[in-house]
C-alpha cells in the first residue's frame, strides 16, 4: 500500500483466530508473544493496538502477519487433547487507521486483496513444539515490492465480529534470558543443558553448520536416572526442530509454542554446544 504524505499517527488494531505475529516493513511490530492469547473464541476475540507511526514511510509500504495454530485449532485438552476445538481455518483480522499531517485519515484493512503461503515454520504446536526449516525462509517476504507471483489468495472466513473487545490484562512477554548452569553428556551419551531452574518459555540457538543439518531440543522439568524424564509429559512432545540453511552463523528461537522446563537435550549439533550458544528465554 501507498502513504501519500507525511503522517502524524498511525495505529494498526489487529487479531487471528490461532496465534499471529506481525511485520510491518520487514520490522516486527510490538514485543507480544503468542498474540492474542487463549480466549473462549466464541464469546470473546481479543485484539491488540499498537503505535505504528514510526513504521511507515512515504512511498510504498508492506504489513503482513505469520499465523500459528495456537489454542485455536492446536491439539488441546487432557489425556492427549484434540484438534480444532474452536475451528479449522486460521484468519487475520488487521486495520491499520493512518492519519495524515493535513487532517485526512487513510484505513489499510484485511481483505480479499491479500495473499498468503506458507514459510519456514513447518508445524506448531503448544504440546508438541515447532519445526522450522530455515532453508524454505521467504527474505523480504513483509517489505514492499516483495514478488508474491507464488502466493494465493485469501477468503473470508466467517466469525462474529461482535465478540471483539479490548485486553483487560497484560500479554505474554519475552521477560528474561537464562544462561545455562551445566551442559552435561547422560550415561547414554546424550548432551543434556541444566538451566537451574524450572521456568516457562523456550530456547535461543546461535549456529552454524551445513545446510539441512536438523538441531532437536527436547524439554523437561526433570532428570530421572541422569536422562531427560519426559514421562509427566504424558503424549505431549515438547520437542523444537531447527533445520539450518548453511550460511554462517544463525539465530532462531520458535514463535508459536513454549515449554514448561529446566533440563533440555540437544541433539544433531556440530562440534561441542557452548555455554553462549543457547539461551533458555523465559516468557
Not at 165 to 188: E, F, W
Not at 212 to 218: N, S
Not at 260 to 282: M, N, P
Request: aromatic share 10%; net charge negative; hydrophobic share 35%.
Amino acid at each position: 500500500f501507498d502513504v501519500r504524505a507525511p503522517v502524524r499517527r498511525a495505529r494498526l488494531y489487529v487479531t487471528a483466530l490461532g496465534v499471529y505475529e506481525a511485520q510491518l516493513n520487514g520490522v516486527l511490530v510490538g514485543d507480544h508473544v503468542l498474540a492474542p492469547g487463549w480466549t473462549s473464541y466464541q464469546h470473546r476475540l481479543r485484539y491488540q493496538t499498537f503505535d505504528v507511526t514510526e513504521q511507515l514511510h512515504e512511498g510504498r509500504n508492506a504489513l503482513g502477519a505469520m499465523l500459528g495454530d495456537g489454542w485455536y485449532r492446536g491439539r488441546l485438552g487432557f489425556e492427549g487433547g484434540r484438534r480444532n476445538i474452536y475451528g479449522d481455518r486460521l484468519a487475520l483480522l488487521a486495520q491499520l487507521e493512518i492519519e495524515y499531517a493535513d487532517g485526512t485519515t487513510e484505513r489499510i484493512v484485511t481483505d480479499k486483496t491479500w495473499h498468503a503461503a506458507q514459510g519456514a515454520i513447518q508445524a506448531n504446536s503448544l504440546y508438541d513444539g515447532e519445526t522450522y526449516d530455515a532453508r524454505r525462509e521467504r527474505p523480504g517476504w513483509s517489505q514492499a515490492n516483495y514478488d508474491d507471483s507464488d502466493w494465493v489468495g485469501v477468503r473470508q472466513v466467517e466469525h462474529d465480529l461482535s465478540t471483539l473487545v479490548a485486553p483487560n490484562g497484560p500479554p505474554v512477554r519475552r521477560t528474561q534470558q537464562v544462561a545455562p548452569v551445566a551442559i552435561t553428556t547422560s550415561p547414554s551419551g546424550r548432551t543434556i543443558v541444566d538451566f537451574g531452574q524450572n521456568l516457562v518459555g523456550r530456547l535461543r540457538l546461535t549456529v552454524r553448520g551445513e545446510a539441512g543439518q536438523t538441531i532437536t531440543l527436547r524439554h523437561a522439568e526433570v532428570l530421572e536416572n541422569g536422562e531427560l524424564c519426559t514421562r509427566p509429559l504424558r503424549l505431549a512432545q515438547a520437542t523444537d526442530r531447527y533445520i539450518l540453511r548453511g550460511e554462517g552463523v544463525e539465530t532462531w528461537e520458535p514463535r508459536f509454542t513454549f515449554h514448561g522446563f529446566r533440563y533440555a537435550e540437544v541433539e544433531g549439533w556440530s562440534g561441542t554446544l557452548q555455554a553462549e550458544d543457547i539461551r533458555a528465554v523465559v516468557c
